[in-house]
């Protein structure tokens, strides 16, 4: 049960007044004339719905206890044989709290005693109602507002159910692409690091130029990916700073990264218009993120050391085409980082394709701009 807010407490005190005035005066000048035959009402039987109406003061702090003294109050008021009226309102009101505020077992049990409390003034006086017969309009006063309360509470629960696991969803959502970013900066850099220290290892002591140059491009490359993986984690941990503002690349770092590779000893032809429209930021980190990752694949499965990059803009759309030429038959087709590209970039509404074509082997992604913006 959730504990009431300092307004809806000063709610119910208010709703508590209204309709117990409104039953006071309903009572003393109406009750009579309804039910002439019933005992006169008098002072104890207004302070009786007085009683009732008061204890809603408290219902959704304490609506066992509400529910008992509203209980007692109009048990009493019908076993002097006051007339029926307004007083089983206040009953019925305790009844609905009791059920919104509580699991059915509880508010059940709670509810079901009240009602055989309520309806002993039948056994009392087993004239009024028409006798036995008066159980079952008597158990509606408890049975209607029971229903309708449970009723509140299984579709309260139900939807902070539906909300908890949105935010379970989006937050294993947020993991996964967080992970994709993880493989991503730390795949290339360590497929760029394993490259240059091969490289190392062949270059005996008399090469001592190269060795230096490529120990520099292990170090550069090992920098690279520590920054960008701090960068990530440090969105995980709540920094303010937004992808667009972080160290979060884009196509605009596409030169950059094909210098990288070059110096890995990656051949590459990059053909990527110098003036583009504006891109969004998801759309430019992840077209970067399908060329790093395709990269990585050609260092690390590639026949021969060599990619040619095309990037276009077509009726709204940048499309990327990534080819490794030469012969393709002993190339996994689907590793996890092409899984990964892929699901990036369907996520933001485009396609990727994958695959041996007579060029070599072929990634292809199609990412709408349009639909970003």
């Known amino acids: 049960m959730t504990r009431p807010t300092r307004r809806e407490l000063l709610n119910d005190g208010a709703i508590a007044v209204v309709l117990g ?20 009402v008098d002072a104890f039987a207004l ?15 304490w609506p066992i206890f509400t529910l008992a003294v509203t209980t007692v109050a109009t048990s009493t008021y019908l076993i002097m044989t006051f007339p029926y009226g307004p007083i089983l309102a206040a009953f019925f009101v305790a009844v609905y709290t009791a059920a919104s505020r509580y699991p059915l077992r509880t508010s059940g049990i709670s509810v079901a005693i009240a009602l055989l409390v309520l309806l002993s003034h039948l056994f009392v006086h087993p004239s009024a109602l028409g006798g036995l017969l008066g159980l079952i309009p008597g158990s509606a006063w408890a049975v209607v507002p029971f229903a309708i309360g449970a009723t509140v509470r299984l579709s309260r629960e139900a939807t902070e159910a539906a909300r ?3 935010m379970r969803q989006q937050l294993y959502e947020e993991r996964i692409r967080l992970a994709q970013e993880v493989h991503d900066i730390v795949g290339h850099g360590l497929a760029a690091i394993q490259m240059q220290a091969d490289v190392a290892l062949h270059v005996d002591e008399q090469q001592a130029p190269r060795t230096r140059a490529a ?10 990916a520590f920054e960008e993986l701090r960068t990530t984690l440090d969105m995980v941990s709540g920094a303010q700073r937004t992808i667009r503002e972080s160290v979060s690349p884009g196509l605009g770092d596409i030169d950059e990264l094909c210098e990288r590779m070059r110096a890995a000893g990656v051949n590459i032809v990059l053909d990527m218009p110098t003036q583009t429209t504006e891109i969004p ?3 430019d980190l992840a077209a ?22 095309a990037v276009t803009l077509n009726d709204g759309d940048l499309e990327i085409r990534i080819v490794n030429p030469g012969p393709t038959a002993h190339m996994k ?5 092409i899984q990964g590209m892929r699901r990036r970039v369907e996520t933001l509404g485009g396609t990727l ?3 041996a074509t007579q060029g070599g082997f072929e990634v292809w992604a199609r990412l709408p701009i349009r639909a970003q913006q």
């Open 288 to 309: 970067y993120r399908v060329i790093q990752e395709s990269l990585t694949n050609v260092i690390r499965h590639g026949a021969q050391p060599s990619a040619h990059i």
């Open 333 to 337: 087709a689907e590793g996890r980082g």
């Open 21 to 40: 005035a409104a039953a006071l005066m309903l009572t003393w000048g109406a009750a009579d004339a309804w039910a002439p035959d019933d005992r006169p």
């Open 164 to 166: 908890a696991e949105a």
């Open 47 to 61: 302070s009786q719905v007085g009683i009732a109406f008061g204890a809603l003061a408290v219902r959704r702090r």
């Open 215 to 224: 120990l520099e491009s292990i170090s550069q490359a090992s920098a690279e």
């Open 281 to 283: 930021p998801a759309v």
């Open 353 to 355: 394709s994958s695959g």
